[in-house]
């Protein structure tokens, strides 16, 4: 992308905004850090002075932003294999495995999805996201596994970025929660924002927290657990996680955000998540150059396993008896969630695994 400048006018005073926010919401496409550092390399000025990211947006300023040339990326390619359900010239959808870090950070420079897609395809991803995150247009958590749709160009990028600020994409999401959720659907509606002193860590605050909305449907209640689909409105950093974690129900194998419930699970039927138990099932979006809508769902792969440090990978079944199963059970899902909640199951019924990779 060759460097241009842009100008815009504050329409009206915004006390309690910043200016790298404010420019974010102009620029969902533009991570709020690489805002920070063109702010900081002084590529953005206000009435034609340099600023700090703190500036308070008022009425008329004038606000000068430089978009400088991309610089090459220096992520390195690195072959790694990628579970790809849709390419073409302009992007590409992929089923990111658990455990897998989307883009190179501290601690982790090397084996992540962007050396991967470095590779896959052979540097041609959009520079929108900055040379760390070619083509990187949403993220998932190391820990979860799913749908991802990545740009292979600026205009990909941005036009996607466009849906997902609008909220026009759509993301379902199936999740395994600790504890015996009471209703069968709701809604959380609850502001989110970093946490005041595990910096790492996000949490539920309607004072100064971002607008966040997640719906859900119990698809089938456990032993101890609960099967869920969860719809994002919102898409806050760890915003599924944080969310049940208000409601009481956090994810089996979170352990930032329910140590103390998975600890009671555990002791109660066994088990041990090798992770947290969260899927990006569900991926729906418009194709930017086509303009049809494009709907994403591996079903018939691996979702959720869960492991007992007795008897190893332990099935849906025995989720609802009372003791854990004397047999090893290696059956995988072979389709996606049911549409409802099956009321008549129980331990005597045949199921097939809740697996995860």
């Not at 932003?65 to 992929?94: F, G, K, N, S």
């Not at 896959?120 to 820990?143: E, T, Y």
């Not at 449907?217 to 969860?230: F, K, S």
Request: charge should be positive; proline fraction near 6%.
């Amino acid at each position: 992308m060759s460097s241009r400048t842009e100008l815009l006018t504050i329409e009206k005073t915004l006390p309690a905004e910043r200016l790298d926010s404010f420019l974010r919401s102009r620029f969902p496409a533009v991570s709020r850090g690489a805002i920070q550092r063109l702010i900081e390399e002084g590529h953005i000025r206000v009435n034609g002075r340099f600023i700090k990211a703190t500036h308070t947006p008022r009425a008329g300023d004038q606000v000068e932003i430089h978009w400088p040339e991309a610089r090459p990326a220096t992520v390195q390619p690195e072959e790694i294999p990628l579970d790809i359900l849709y390419e073409d010239e302009a992007l590409l959808v992929l089923d990111k495995p658990a455990g897998l870090v989307v883009h190179p950070a501290s601690g982790h420079e090397r084996r992540t999805l962007v050396n991967a897609l470095m590779h896959h395809c052979r540097g041609q991803l959009s520079g929108v996201g900055g040379v760390a995150r070619p083509g990187i247009v949403h993220r998932l958590d190391k820990d979860t596994s799913g749908c991802m749709v990545v740009a292979k160009n600026d205009a990909t990028h941005v036009a996607l970025s466009t849906q997902f600020a609008r909220r026009t994409v759509e993301k379902v999401y199936l999740a395994i929660l600790c504890g015996e959720v009471a209703r069968d659907e709701g809604e959380i509606r609850a502001a989110i924002a970093r946490h005041p002193s595990h910096r790492k860590c996000m949490t539920v605050d309607e004072g100064c927290g971002r607008e966040a909305h997640t719906s859900y449907r119990v698809l089938e209640r456990l032993r101890g657990a609960t099967l869920v689909e969860a719809r994002l409105h919102t898409g806050r950093t760890h915003q599924i996680r944080v969310h049940f974690k208000y409601l009481g129900y956090p994810l089996v194998g979170d352990e930032v955000y329910g140590n103390r419930q998975n600890r009671r699970l555990e002791e109660l039927t066994g088990y041990r998540a090798p992770r947290q138990m969260l899927h990006a099932w569900l991926l729906s979006f418009t194709h930017p150059r086509t303009g049809n809508r494009m709907d994403f769902n591996p079903a018939g792969r691996r979702i959720f396993w869960m492991r007992s440090p007795r008897c190893g990978r332990i099935s849906r079944g025995a989720l609802h008896s009372k003791a854990a199963p004397a047999r090893r059970y290696r059956r995988w899902c072979t389709a996606g969630p049911p549409a409802v909640p099956h009321p008549s199951h129980n331990a005597g019924q045949s199921s097939p695994d809740l697996c995860l990779e």
